[in-house]
């Protein structure tokens, strides 16, 4: 059996749960260049078709790319870093980090797992990737070797640092990760001058950014923005290396201008979610993605008949009903049954209420239907108002940012 090298199979897994857990096979079909690209879809796991059952993703391609020049609009055209962390929010990585990265108001990607930097990486992200996490000097090698930019906040960066450098060869590019008071991640500021001398001093390092994270509160964002900005003033009068400042995410996007300095830091209002009603109008973003499957199943019940486990469906006049192959399992929420629809043939049909749910769905047709096995199905999506991601959020009770990166690793994605 031939080997692979470590680095290969970094690549190849990242991402991929799947792999851990013993299922092997990732087939990509994908052009280099995200911008040409008509179709792509990503498979994590063996078997299936674009034309089988197995429910799917689509990632809309104009939607992403609107929802970034909004985010640029509410910036003043500063760049974007675009925060893809956690398999960009469940959209998939490996879509997700090329499709961002050639818009041109995003000036690199940030991610929290090497694997994730990895696998961007291999599916032709050639702009900068940050990785906002600490990490250890094997995978620090690693990442350097693919040009990742490394975070760093623990008191021995200077010095694994620099045995990064030269285990890897090359000059490690990395930012300061400052911690202002969430107490999280990030070197403290109130002791963060002269570990970031250190840093600067050593060989093969090269500091290309200092940056922090709010707590989203506004009374104290205030208050760690003054430390930030007092830390980043003593700092220059020091002759310290600071690179590019960033500091807002979507919620300081929006409340915060103040905050935007040298470039925002922005996940959600990319991926069409908002800090609330109170500022929706300050940008009209787009959701990315519809959740869709096909029919696999239409009967028609009779009174007295019924559907699902504890017979929980009884219609008390005849009706027809379609099965869907998809659950809670895929990530579409436990809690549909009897709160939410899904659109076929452009009509909405209710969700029906049942039990155990973890890879279908009954859908109530009603008593003349015009479905069809085979019909495709969106169960969310923005074509209509009763199955967008926030309302789908708001009818299970789930919320928009849990529902989408809930999204099972194994459902096929495809770039539209």
Known sequence: MSSISRRTFLALSAGLPALAAGLPGLTLAAHADARTQQSRTLRVRPGGHDGG??????????????????????AGGRPILAVVKNNAY???????????????????????RPAEALAMRTAGVRKPILLMSETNEDDGVELARHDVTLSCWLDDAAERLERVARKARKTVSVQYYVDTGMNREGMPWRRAIPWMQQIAQRRGIR??????????????NRVQLQRFTELI???????????????????????????????????????????????????????????KARVVRVERLEPGESASFRRSFQPHTPTSIALLPVGHTDGYPATAGGTCEVLIGGRRYPVVTGGVASAHRIVDLGADPAVRVGDEATLIGPEDAAITPHEVATRTKVGFYAMITKFSALLPRRQV
């Open 53 to 74: 059952f197995d429910p799917w993703l689509e990632i809309i391609g104009d939607a992403f790319r609107h929802n970034a020049r909004e985010v640029s609009r509410l």
């Open 90 to 112: 469940g959209m998939g990585d490996s879509i997700v980090g090329p499709l961002l990265a050639s818009c041109r108001e995003i000036g690199g990607v940030a991610c929290v």
């Open 207 to 220: 500091v290309d950014g200092t940056y922090q994270m709010f707590v989203h509160e506004l009374e104290f």
């Open 233 to 291: 003033d003593e700092a220059k009068a020091r002759g310290v290396r600071l690179g590019t400042l960033h500091a807002a995410p979507t919620f300081e996007l929006y409340r915060m201008p103040e905050a935007h300095l040298d470039m925002v830091r922005v996940g959600n209002a990319l991926f069409g979610a908002d800090p609330g009603p109170d500022y929706r109008s300050a940008a009209t973003l787009q959701p990315v993605f519809r959740l």
